[in-house]
């Protein structure tokens, strides 16, 4: 760490690793995801991937700098208050959609399989079948 400002704004998380605060704050919001999913899981058509990028943000072996961006785009899908309110029909998650699709977009290689698993296991989705060729 270069920047005394950034050191002086770390704090040790899991695994004793020393992250920036706004990443501990967005960790701490994005708990609030799964009860929230579970809810809405077949009102929103991106849950699977929501979900997996909150196992990836919470993956050890998972980047801070894609954490941060992770637990950024999760922690804005929990949050009541948004540029769009999620009870507005058709509309309501479409902003949601589009922060996870960035957040996605940008750091979505280090979303792995075993990711994808843990969050098809929680919604109850099927595995997908094998590749037929």
């Not at 704050?25 to 999913?37: C, F, M, Q, V």
């Not at 698993?117 to 590749?131: F, H, T, W």
Request: charged fraction near 25%.
């Amino acid at each position: 760490m270069s920047d005394a400002a950034e050191i002086i704004n770390t704090v040790k998380g899991e695994g004793g690793v020393y992250l920036p605060k706004s990443i501990q704050r967005n960790e701490r919001t994005a708990r609030g995801l799964i009860p929230k999913l579970l809810r809405l899981a077949g009102q929103i058509p991106f849950a699977d991937d929501l979900a997996s990028a909150y196992y990836c943000a919470r993956d050890p072996r998972t980047p801070v700098k894609a954490k941060a961006v992770l637990f950024a785009a999760v922690a804005y899908f929990v949050i009541p208050l948004d540029m769009l309110p999620d009870v507005i029909a058709g509309l309501g998650f479409t902003d949601d959609a589009t922060v996870l699709a960035t957040a996605l977009g940008v750091v979505g290689a280090h979303v792995k399989e075993r990711h994808r698993a843990m969050a098809r296991r929680l919604l109850r989705l099927p595995e997908p079948l094998g590749d037929a060729t």
